[in-house]
């Protein structure tokens, strides 16, 4: 099993910046791609960006391209995720997750964009 911990979120005003980092062990070789979800008060959990950990090929959801960017940093097992231009509607708790034979799941970092 992969063990998940995400650090990096907080209060920042509408159009700054933050970066949010995922630190993995555990099962790590079985990793193929880890991923950013968040969810919102009263929202469904949806995805924000994803990266094949091997490949480096990413994919991001519509409402985040252009301002986010996912990266990982093979050597430290970590998975960063840049946010900039930061919108109000950008808050939420946001999760780190992978996949091997089950799915794990950080804590969650929240973060907060006030306007």
């Known amino acids: 099993q992969v063990q998940l911990v995400e650090s990096g979120g907080g209060l920042v005003q509408a159009g700054g910046s933050l970066r949010l980092s995922c630190a993995a062990s555990g099962s790590i070789f079985s990793i193929n791609t880890m991923g950013w979800y968040r969810q919102a008060p009263g929202k469904q959990r949806e995805l924000v960006a994803i990266?094949?950990?091997?490949?480096?090929?990413?994919n991001y959801g519509d409402y985040v391209k252009g301002r986010f960017t996912i990266s990982r940093e093979k050597p430290k097992n970590t998975v960063y995720l840049q946010m900039n231009n930061l919108k109000p509607e950008d808050t939420a708790v946001y999760y780190c997750?992978?996949?091997?034979?089950?799915?794990?799941w950080g804590q969650g970092t929240q973060v907060t964009v006030s306007s």
């Open positions: 997750n992978t996949c091997t034979t089950i799915c794990s």
């Open positions: 990266i094949g950990t091997t490949s480096g090929v990413t």
